[in-house]
């Protein structure tokens, strides 16, 4: 009998060098599908070009999309245009049919950041969200971040015009309406996050003469406009927080736009639904489709011009992303991963099935990876929630307890889907190849259960959603698959907060991490990029009085004193997201009172980690430490 095939050793580089598909963008005639790949072992990256429907993952038709060289498809099909990198940033052009097929072309150039870069249907514009460059290294505050103005490339001539009618506004997002009229164009008064996402307001700009039109403000973190035509009057429609809200979930919000006078009155189109939109994409022909995070997976849903509700077309466990469409929205291309897959290219048939493109980790299937189940239970009040569970490899139920590490996600507004991740900061399954347990919990604040659900957090951040975790804890120690005397939590950004709220209320977990996370909400609002709207869900920001404040009462740095477990911190130097001030101050309240901790600072790095040496660092670091103390 033949002795069974031994799985392929797991190691930290096999993690970080991964490859992993980005950008997908379908042709207008719906035939082809353009996409970067992304990776270390990919210095820039690249950009390739497949057939819908077609056998493997195309050709190789430029190099760049690691460095910002995202794909976007000309009107005619017959090119897609990227930008390279570097100081002086050029846009190319490159051919996909014919002698030119692959040959890039420079058409235009630009000192400065470009942020995004969007072709016109008239063939000859290329529209550029792109930066001036700046001048000196004093920065006045207000004025340190150039924003990104409104650019018209014309191909031709290579000419680059600035639309002035913007002023100093940041340009954040444009969409051209579809019968070639003029832009929606979505701007910030600032490239501050706050208090830019606060102070969004919608445009329409004329393609040719660069005329400007106010449509007025539109709500918090405004995102992805997108046109549609209803009985001959075009509307505009686009994602933002849940109107008058700070904290809660995107909503669709739509109004008509006349060819004069003001906008009309904006509606919520997703008032009331227990689902999350997490992206609209544009149709020429028709309403808008949209990707919508259903607990644990994700749907495609499409618009309905009669009711003005969103109609679901077809689910996929997992999570779907980076939803885009043809000119006539039947066919759609999109990155999908599962459970056991890493999301990869797929395309096809909108609300049919989707043939994959790509396979950029092949590398990855000789490993053998802990089972992942869904978990659904009840938090302490009643109230329904769901998660993820990852068994040890190779080990099943019965053989339980294991050792469990409980890794929080992000946001609070993120959420865990049925899928595959496997990095420095969702390291499951780096940990369940080492014999450990992970828990990945969605408590209350989480995406994917309508906008009620995602709103309980606000201001009460450590409160229900912590004990929302500690019920996903207990159930899993209950039935035998946890060790009660071996809990260790992890988390990054918000989740790093969560897991140093973890140790200091409660002594039962044996070591944590914190990854960029909050030990001050006080500190926070007055500091990070997204301040008022972090002093939101910490509930005060300490500026009209002595206190007391809500935000001291929701700090892990407040109850430093009762903490006894072993802490490993982590932090990026250049955080602006949670500062590193957060880090230090966590550091030295830890030192004052002798609790056992390792603090690591990566240079280089903002809130998330990008070099290849930091990566495997922190990956072999995190388990290290459950090592030592579970």
């Known amino acids: 009998m033949p002795r069974p095939e031994r799985a392929k050793e797991l190691t930290a580089e096999l993690v970080v060098d991964a490859a992993a598909a980005v950008a997908p963008a379908v042709s207008p005639d719906g035939r082809l599908v353009a996409y970067g790949v992304v990776g270390h072992r990919l210095p820039g990256g690249e950009v390739r070009v497949a057939v819908v429907g077609g056998d493997g993952p195309g050709r190789r038709i430029a190099d760049g999309a690691g460095r910002g060289g995202v794909p976007k498809w000309g009107p005619d099909s017959g090119a897609v245009f990227l930008v390279s990198g570097g100081q002086e940033q050029r846009l190319l052009r490159v051919g996909v049919d014919g002698a030119d097929a692959g040959e890039p072309e420079a058409v235009g150039e630009w000192r400065g950041g470009v942020s995004d870069h969007v072709p016109l249907l008239d063939g000859r514009t290329v529209a550029l969200l792109a930066a001036d460059e700046r001048e000196g ?11 990104d103005r409104l650019r018209l490339v014309d191909l031709e001539s290579g000419t680059v015009r600035t639309v002035d009618g913007l002023g100093e506004r940041h340009v954040v997002a444009v969409a051209q309406r579809p019968d070639g009229g003029p832009l929606a164009v979505l701007s910030w008064s600032t490239r501050e996050i706050d208090p830019g996402v606060l102070t969004a307001e919608l445009h329409l700009v004329d ?22 035509s ?24 739509d109004a008509a736009v006349p060819e004069a006078g003001p906008a009309g009155e904006r509606r919520n189109l997703t008032a009331g639904m227990s689902v999350c939109p997490t992206e609209l994409a544009q149709v020429a022909d028709g309403p808008p489709l949209a990707l919508f995070a259903e607990r644990l997976d994700t749907a495609l849903y499409r618009l309905d011009a009669d009711s003005l509700r969103f109609r679901r077309l077809s689910g996929a466990p997992g999570l779907l992303a980076g939803l885009t469409a043809s000119r006539s929205g039947e ?3 999109l990155l999908a991963s599962t459970a056991h897959e890493p999301a990869n290219v797929h395309a096809g048939p909108a609300g049919g099935q989707l043939t994959r493109i790509s396979d950029t980790a092949p590398e990855l299937r000789g490993i053998r990876w802990g089972v992942q189940e869904r978990l659904d239970h009840r938090a302490s009040d009643g109230l329904a929630l769901d998660g993820l569970l990852i068994r040890p490899a190779g080990r099943p139920r019965e053989e339980g307890p294991f050792p469990l590490v409980t890794l929080v996600h992000g946001g609070p507004y993120g959420r865990y889907a049925d899928a595959f991740a496997l990095n420095a900061v969702d390291c499951g399954q780096w940990l369940a190849d080492a014999g450990y ?4 919990p969605n408590p209350r604040g989480s995406s994917g259960r309508g906008h009620e659900f995602a709103a309980l957090v606000a201001g009460e951040v450590g409160g229900d959603e912590w004990t929302d975790v500690l019920a996903g804890i207990d159930l899993l120690v209950a039935e035998g698959v946890a060790d009660p005397e071996r809990l260790g939590i992890a988390g ?4 790093g907060f969560l897991a140093a709220w973890a140790v200091a209320r409660s002594d039962r977990f044996k070591a944590a991490v914190t990854g960029a996370g909050i030990s001050d909400w006080g500190a926070q609002a007055g500091t990070g990029d997204w301040g008022i709207l972090d002093a939101a869900l910490g509930g005060s920001t300490g500026w009209d009085g002595p206190g007391p404040h809500l935000h001291d009462r929701n700090s892990p740095l407040s109850y430093a004193s009762a903490i006894r477990t072993p802490v490993l911190i982590l932090h990026g130097e250049e955080d602006t997201n949670v500062p590193l001030g957060q880090a230090i101050h966590f550091h030295r309240a830890l030192r004052h009172f002798g609790v056992e901790h390792e603090f690591v600072v990566y240079p280089r790095e ?5 070099e290849r040496a930091h990566r495997i660092d922190a990956l072999r670091r995190i388990r290290a430490w459950f090592d030592r103390w579970l």
């Open 207 to 228: 393609a040719v003469t660069a005329a400007v039109r106010e449509l007025g403000p539109v709500g918090v973190e405004a995102q992805a406009p997108v046109w549609w």
């Open 606 to 610: 903002g809130h998330g980690l990008e």
């Open 331 to 333: 066919t759609v291309a």
């Open 437 to 440: 347990a992970v828990f990945l």
């Open 492 to 495: 990054w950004s918000h989740g």
């Open 230 to 253: 209803r009985d001959g009057v075009w509307h505009l429609a686009h994602l933002e927080v849940t109107p008058g809200h700070l904290v809660g979930g995107l909503a669709v919000v």
């Open 137 to 147: 290294d004093v920065k006045v505050w207000g004025r340190h971040l150039p924003p």
